[in-house]
């Protein structure tokens, strides 16, 4: 299994970018780094996945560290609707295993 | 698109007693997954699937059953209720690639 790690919390100001980090320094070379977000009373959401090269999309970028050790989910512009909680996870063995996660929280 | 369904979205049980959660995906995904979690935690993996008529045990899969009988339902059985498993339960489905749909979750309390 390849455990994650994660801040408990972060805090940001809306419109600004926020940085997200990740350790999963024992993820095997196939395992995809997954971020899912969780709104209060909600089922998580699929935000990002990756391997080995960063990615974009329209939620957010992901940014992998060469080692694959750690990775970064980054939101360009956080608004009030980004405060949620986020979980970095890696699918491995075909199953996703949650840690914590990071409760983020947005300052108006 | 209705992506993934879960019923019923709230229950309550009394101890010992059994019932049976639902979940229906209609995206023809071959892998399903029930999850548990609770107050403040993470989400705990129970069983999964990784195509129709196939099971496999999850991290905490005591006091649960599942099966797969159609490839787009996958149903979580509890034969005899504890006030332990009082959760909130979310099934997922996914194809190859892709990230994981999830349900919008079983509020389920055992008194």
């Known amino acids: 299994d390849a455990k994650t790690t994660q801040p408990n919390s972060m805090e940001s100001n809306e419109e600004e970018p926020?940085?997200?980090?990740?350790?999963?320094?024992?993820?095997s070379g196939t395992d995809y780094i997954h971020w899912y977000r969780q709104l209060p009373s909600q089922g998580p959401e699929y935000v990002i996945h990756g391997l080995t090269s960063n990615v974009n999309n329209r939620m957010a970028s992901l940014a992998i560290a060469e080692d694959r050790k750690s990775s970064t989910l980054i939101l360009h512009r956080a608004t009030l609707r980004?405060?949620?909680?986020?979980?970095?996870?890696?699918?491995?063995?075909?199953?996703?295993?949650?840690?914590?996660?990071?409760?983020l929280m947005v300052k108006p | 698109n209705a992506g993934v369904t879960q019923t019923p979205k709230f229950r309550v049980l009394k101890t010992g007693q059994s019932m049976t959660l639902l979940c229906a995906q209609d995206m023809n995904h071959e892998y399903m997954y029930w999850?548990?979690?609770?107050?403040?935690?993470?989400?705990?993996?129970?069983?999964?699937?990784?195509?129709?008529?196939?099971?496999?045990?999850?991290?905490?899969?005591d006091g649960y059953n599942v099966s797969r009988l159609k490839k787009q339902n996958f149903l979580l059985g509890l034969e005899s209720a504890a006030p332990s498993q009082t959760s909130v339960y979310f099934c997922a489905s996914r194809t190859g690639g892709v990230g994981y749909t999830f349900g919008s979750g079983t509020r389920l309390t055992v008194v």
């Not at chain 2, 999850?35 to 899969?61: C, F, N, W």
């Open chain 1, 82 to 103: 980004d405060a949620a909680v986020y979980y970095c996870t890696t699918n491995a063995g075909n199953m996703l295993t949650f840690g914590g996660g990071t409760r």
């Open chain 1, 18 to 27: 926020v940085h997200l980090p990740c350790n999963h320094s024992t993820i």
């Open chain 2, 35 to 61: 999850y548990r979690q609770d107050p403040g935690m993470g989400l705990r993996l129970i069983h999964y699937s990784v195509g129709e008529g196939t099971t496999a045990k999850g991290e905490v899969p």
